[in-house]
C-alpha cells in the first residue's frame, strides 16, 4: 500500500459524547493554529477513508475527522432510535461543539451519508454559527433508491430494480474476508472503471471493516431517506461535487442539490469518477475545499467579510431537463 492510502496519525485524539449518550470517536490532524476543516464520512467508511485528502490538507489545516456512530471506533446505537439523521444531526453538533470555539468557523465536508448529516443538521444553531462554508461530495437529499444505478435500467423493470437496491442497502449478509471477487463486486459499485488496484484495496479494507449489523441499519435510513427542505434550508455557501459515474448518488443528485441550495459555491462533475471520490482523485477534492477555505475562512478560522457565493454552474438545456 502506497502513502496516499495508509492511515494518517492523529495529533490528537478525543471521545464526544452526543445527546443520547452515545461516543463519537474523533481525531485531529495538522495544524494546531490552522483554519479548521471538519471531515464527515459516509455509510461503511471511517476517519480512514479521508487518509488521502487529510495528508494533503495537513500542512495548511487543522484538519477534524470523526467516525460516524456505529462504524470505525465510535459506539454503536444503544437502540433503534439510535439510527436516523437526526442522531446524525446530534453527533454533528457535538463534535463541532467540541472541536470549533465559540468565534470561530470551520469548512465542513460531507462525503455521502456524511453530506447528509450536514444536511441534517442545517437548523441546528450550534452548528450553523460555526460554519463558514461546505463541500457536499457524492451525496443526495433523497429518492435513493429511485435513481441507484449499481443494476442498470437494463436488468428489468424499475419496481425490480428498486428492490434489488433496497436489498444491497439493508442486507444483513458478513461481507466476509477480501477476495478478487468481493474486490471486484466493490469497484464495480462504488469506483471508477479506471480505479487503481490501490484504490480499490483500500477501498476494500473500510467498508469490509464495517459491521454487518450496522450496515444493514443505518442502509434502512438511507433507503427512505427525505432531506430535501433541509438541504435547501443550508445557509453557508455551499459547494457540490461527484464523479460522473457515480453510481450509488449518481450526478441528478448534485445538479439537483446545485439548483436548491441558497448559496451555491459551485458545481464540480467530475469525469468518469465514482462514488469514492475522495480516494478516487483526492487532489480535485482538496482543490475545492482550499478554494471554500480561501473564499470564507481567515488564518484563525473566523469567517471573511465576504459571504458572497459563486452562483451555480449553468447546464446546458437537455442536461438541466433530465436533472
Keep these: 500500500m502506497s502513502v496516499p492510502y495508509e492511515a494518517v496519525a492523529a495529533r490528537r485524539e478525543l471521545t464526544v459524547v452526543s445527546d443520547d449518550g452515545t461516543r463519537i470517536h474523533v481525531e485531529e490532524y495538522g495544524r494546531s493554529d490552522g483554519p479548521t476543516i471538519v471531515l464527515s464520512h459516509g455509510w461503511t467508511c471511517s476517519t480512514l477513508f479521508w487518509a488521502p485528502v487529510v495528508r494533503r490538507l495537513a500542512a495548511d489545516f487543522r ?77 443526495g437529499s433523497g429518492r435513493l433508491l429511485g435513481s441507484t444505478q449499481v443494476l442498470p435500467s437494463r436488468f428489468g423493470p424499475r419496481a425490480i430494480r428498486r428492490a434489488f437496491h433496497r436489498q444491497l442497502l439493508t442486507s444483513r449478509l458478513p461481507l466476509g474476508p477480501v477476495t478478487p471477487l468481493s474486490r471486484a463486486a466493490l ?43 433541509e438541504a435547501a434550508a443550508l445557509a453557508a455557501p455551499t459547494a457540490v461535487l461527484v464523479g460522473s459515474a457515480d453510481k450509488l448518488t449518481p450526478k441528478v443528485h448534485a445538479r439537483g ?34 478554494r471554500l477555505a480561501a473564499d470564507h475562512l481567515t488564518a484563525g478560522g473566523v469567517t471573511s467579510d465576504d459571504q458572497t457565493a459563486v452562483s451555480p454552474l449553468a447546464l446546458p438545456a437537455e442536461e438541466e431537463k433530465s436533472a
Design 257 to 290: 442539490l446545485a439548483a436548491v441550495l441558497p448559496l451555491c459555491a459551485g458545481l464540480t462533475e467530475l469525469p468518469g469518477l465514482g462514488h469514492m471520490t475522495p480516494i478516487e482523485d483526492a487532489a480535485a477534492v482538496d482543490t475545492v475545499i482550499r
Design 187 to 229: 469497484k464495480y459499485g462504488v469506483l471508477a472503471a479506471g480505479a487503481t488496484r490501490e484504490q480499490v484495496a483500500f477501498t476494500a479494507r473500510i467498508v469490509h471493516a464495517c459491521r454487518a449489523r450496522q450496515r444493514s441499519a443505518w442502509g434502512r435510513v438511507l433507503a427512505v431517506l427525505d432531506l430535501d427542505a
Design 63 to 139: 484538519v477534524v475527522a470523526y467516525d460516524q456512530r456505529g462504524h470505525g471506533r465510535s459506539a454503536p446505537p444503544a437502540t433503534r432510535r439510535g439510527y436516523g439523521t437526526g442522531v446524525l444531526a446530534d453527533d454533528l453538533e457535538a463534535v463541532v461543539t467540541a472541536v470549533v470555539p465559540d468565534g470561530e468557523r470551520a469548512v465542513l465536508v460531507g462525503h455521502s451519508m456524511g453530506g447528509m448529516t450536514i444536511m441534517a443538521a442545517s437548523g441546528r444553531t450550534a452548528v450553523t454559527d460555526r460554519t463558514a462554508a461546505v463541500l457536499l461530495a457524492s451525496t
